[in-house]
């Protein structure tokens, strides 16, 4: 274990609260990893960038050396923990870039006498991560209709593992922590390295979360905050511009629709990409077919191919991976990529299984490039790497279905 022992004082002005008080902080020592959708670092390198130092902006800036802060990222059913009351009766409850479970799946809450945590984060609340040199600093923003919340995580280089120095909470709706970890002092300096590429590919994957593809099924419109889980197949090739995904949809309540998705990027004339799903709509025993806004940006070819460089222009951290599905529970080492290293698309692309380069997971901007690249990242997918398909797709797979073209 880590112990971590911090010393505070008390200072109340009005309705600024700071909480300092002799406070014990026991954290274990990551033995139960979580996996990060994030990058939860800005210590990453661009394809089009060396390791060494360049002049950008009006200072000298190493593109490769940053702050990365997913060595303090807890197991989710551990969490930082900072009183906010003398009597310990009231903590803010937090974890560096994943969920944690005593605030039922988000990454920061406040839990008072009542036992019900008021959502500060998820994982995916706006995230924004900035800072270079031993630092990084991280904001959330929880958008919400009555009262919006507000996190803001800045940690540097120190000598212990990790360490609060400061926090202030104000309002109900705002938290900032300042704090140090030796883990911040020394980072690696990345060379970018492009992922392997395929040029055609086939498997089983899993998705789960808020599917921006089946949004408009009726199972996706009724369930538990829109969230579903996805099992089925999915088609790739780069030849065409084209993937497709098809499989069962459902809630946890047990109902179930089939759906299919479909990226035709093998338009006539250079036309953008058709995408559409087939799914069922509200009210609706019949599949019908829904196409998918296009935004007529560039973006869009790259997003096609999974495995370009334009597609994944950042390599990040290496990180490890616990299967989720298909080897439930099994770890192993992933290289990661990402479409920026900072600032707010910090959602991780792609991983790929370090030891023999096989794809594990593919992130939303690739598998839904209809949706603005700037948006928060809503599920997570797995593709079974044990049983992938390379052999050669014909175009045929990725013909759009006739009733979409009715």
Not at 13 to 40: D, G, P
Not at 297 to 314: I, K, L, M, Q, R
Not at 326 to 331: E, H, I, Y
Request: net charge negative.
């Amino acid at each position: 274990f880590f112990l971590f022992v911090l010393l505070f004082v008390v200072y109340i002005k009005k309705l600024k609260m700071r909480v300092l008080i002799l406070l014990s902080l026991v954290c274990l020592a990551f033995a139960n990893y979580q996996n990060l959708y994030t990058t939860c670092s800005t210590n990453g390198v661009r394809t089009s960038e060396n390791t060494g130092n360049y002049w950008w902006w009006g200072g000298w800036y190493n593109p490769s050396y940053g702050g990365d802060a997913g060595s303090l990222n807890l197991p989710s059913n551990e969490h930082y923990a900072v009183p906010l009351d003398s009597t310990n009766t009231t903590k803010f409850y937090f974890n560096i870039c994943g969920s944690t479970d005593i605030c039922n799946g988000a990454l920061a809450c406040v839990i008072g006498e009542s036992g019900i945590p008021d959502i500060f984060a998820y994982p995916n609340s706006e995230p924004y991560f900035y800072g270079n040199y031993e630092s990084i600093e991280m904001q959330y923003y929880l958008n919400l209709a009555s009262d919006s919340k507000y996190f803001y995580l800045s940690i540097g280089c120190g000598s212990s593992p990790f360490e609060i120095d400061y926090f202030y909470y104000y309002d109900d709706d705002e938290m900032q922590i300042d704090a140090s970890s030796s883990f911040l002092c020394s980072n690696p300096v990345l060379t970018y390295e492009a992922p392997r590429t395929y040029t055609s590919l086939s498997g089983p994957i899993y998705m789960y979360g808020q599917l921006n593809m089946f949004t408009m099924d009726s199972i996706s419109i009724n369930s538990d905050g829109g969230k579903t889980e996805f099992i089925g197949n999915f088609y790739f090739s780069s030849t065409y511009k084209s993937f497709k995904i098809n499989g069962t949809l459902s809630d946890n309540n047990g109902n179930s629709h089939d759906v299919s998705y479909v990226y035709n990027g093998n338009q006539p004339f250079e036309n953008p990409a058709l995408m559409t799903s087939e799914v069922y709509l509200p009210n609706s025993n019949v599949q019908s077919c829904v196409i998918l806004p296009n935004s007529f940006d560039d973006d869009s070819d790259e997003a096609a191919d999974w495995f370009s460089t334009g597609a994944n222009p950042y390599m990040d951290n290496q990180r490890n991976y616990t299967s989720i599905y298909f080897q439930k529970g099994t770890s192993f080492t992933v290289d990661t990529w990402s479409f920026n290293k900072q600032y707010d698309q910090v959602f991780v692309n792609l991983m790929q299984r370090t030891s023999d380069n096989l794809p594990v997971s593919i992130g939303s901007l690739l598998l839904c490039p209809f949706v603005d690249t700037y948006s928060p990242s809503t599920f997570v997918s797995e593709i079974d790497w044990t049983n992938l398909d390379m052999s050669t797709l014909p175009e045929s797979t990725f013909t759009t279905p006739s009733n979409c073209m009715a």
